[in-house]
């Protein structure tokens, strides 16, 4: 049995963390999360759940990943999967404002 589920990566499996972070690179309106729980945007690049979220489910774990920067989970919430993808970041800290203005 898988025990966890760790993501790493980019806005295509961001579960929220760019909500968290100072750039402009976000998804926290409409029409994001249309699909989701209760149609609200959760900082997901999606309409609805992620890959993560799907793959998670399938192994018997929780049916969607908690952001690592979300301040509404616990550290016992991240034992069986988190997620430190971030949409728009880079090493520099210009990444975000130049990726999103090319």
Not at 9 to 33: C, E, L, Q, R
Not at 51 to 77: M, Q, R, V
């Amino acid at each position: 049995k898988v025990p966890a589920i760790i993501v790493f990566g980019d806005s295509s499996v961001d579960s929220g963390n760019n909500n968290f972070i100072p750039t402009i690179a976000k998804s926290n309106f409409p029409p994001y999360g249309k699909d989701f729980p209760n149609g609200n945007p959760t900082g997901r690049f999606s309409n609805g759940r992620i890959a993560p979220d799907f793959i998670s489910e399938a192994f018997g774990l929780k049916p969607t990943i908690p952001a690592y920067l979300d301040p509404s989970y616990s550290i016992s919430e991240f034992a069986t999967g988190v997620c430190f993808a971030s949409a728009g970041t880079g090493f520099d800290n210009a990444t975000a404002s130049v990726a999103v203005s090319s």
